[in-house]
């Protein structure tokens, strides 16, 4: 699955900075990083959704 980019280190240290504890910051880092990205994967146009799109045109 094709993955979006995420900063997980910058949200894991604005998380640290803001007091979370390093381990925890780390860890809702990645599972907002997995939650984004699918969430994105989810509502995006595939080529193949384009190409029958313009067929229905």
Do not use: C, S, W, Y
């Amino acid at each position: 699955m094709n993955m979006v980019a995420f900063d997980t280190l910058k949200l894991a240290r604005k998380l640290r900075d803001a007091g979370m504890p390093a381990e925890q910051a780390e860890a809702v880092a990645e599972a907002e990083a997995e939650a984004f990205g699918e969430f994105v994967m989810a509502h995006l146009a595939t080529k193949d959704d384009i190409a029958e799109l313009k067929q229905e045109i």
